[in-house]
């Protein structure tokens, strides 16, 4: 059983550019969640998806948005990166009826130069 | 929304000690806390959890226990190794919508378990 894969695992972008990232969640997971983890901090929220729309969302500006596909992927998309954007970008997934553990995947790391 | 504290930021000791992180929350309507290690460049792991309708719940060398008058909970690992080096983080659910993906996580706490 396949736990939460994300792609790409680094990458490195120039201010102003714009980036994707994708997850994969768990099998059985219907929830997808999207986290930022800066260097020595721990994650924060992004942003939600249940049934391919956003349901709740974190304190990160309008330039952070997502989306979530029929098969229960879904991506992350950065625009107009700033140099506070680089982290680690975590995703989630859960099965909504159920309370309790998040099944993480092993991140996205973003630079920002 | 929720504020998580947690303490120490780093924590060594020496193999066969014990250690303990703590953690404080403001939402008193926050209900369910879980624990969770991440090793350098690893994802992070659930280790333990513990619901608000109990104190403490063990698992082998790792317990949690909750004082929800004070409002804090915390982690207790004894007979430490050097496999229990990593960075540990606390959290607390989102209340608002009780919403079991949104979670605030505390800065975390670097534990380093000296041979």
């Known amino acids: 059983d396949a736990g939460v894969t994300q792609s790409p695992t680094h990458l490195i972008k120039t201010r102003g550019q714009q980036v994707t990232l994708r997850c994969s969640p768990k099998?059985?997971?219907?929830?997808v969640s999207w986290y930022q983890q800066a260097l020595g901090q721990g994650p924060q929220f992004i942003f939600q998806?249940?049934?391919?729309?956003?349901?709740q969302r974190g304190n990160f500006p309008d330039r952070f948005s997502g989306h979530q596909f029929p098969n229960y992927s879904s991506e992350l998309n950065v625009n107009a990166l700033l140099l506070g954007d680089s982290a680690l970008y975590l995703c989630?997934?859960?099965?909504?009826?159920?309370?309790?553990?998040?099944?993480f995947g092993e991140g996205s790391r973003l630079t920002v130069l | 929304g929720e504020n998580v504290e947690q303490h120490p930021s780093t924590l060594s000791v020496q193999e066969g000690d014990s250690a303990v992180i703590k953690c404080t929350y403001s939402?008193?309507?926050?209900?369910?806390f879980p624990w969770y290690k991440q090793e350098l460049g690893k994802r992070p792991q659930l280790i333990i959890d513990?619901?608000?309708?109990?104190g403490e719940k063990k698992d082998q060398r790792i317990a949690v226990t909750l004082n929800k008058t004070a409002k804090h909970f915390s982690l207790h690992i004894t007979e430490t190794q050097p496999e229990d080096s990593a960075v540990y983080f606390c959290?607390?659910?989102?209340?608002?919508?009780?919403?079991?993906?949104?979670?605030?996580f505390g800065s975390g706490t670097k534990l380093n378990v000296k041979p």
């Open positions: 989630a997934s859960t099965h909504l009826r159920d309370g309790g553990e998040l099944f």
């Open positions: 099998s059985g997971h219907d929830t």
């Open positions: 998806y249940y049934e391919e729309e956003e349901r």
């Open positions: 939402d008193s309507a926050s209900n369910y």
């Open positions: 513990i619901r608000s309708n109990v």
């Open positions: 959290a607390a659910p989102d209340t608002v919508r009780y919403n079991f993906n949104k979670f605030y």
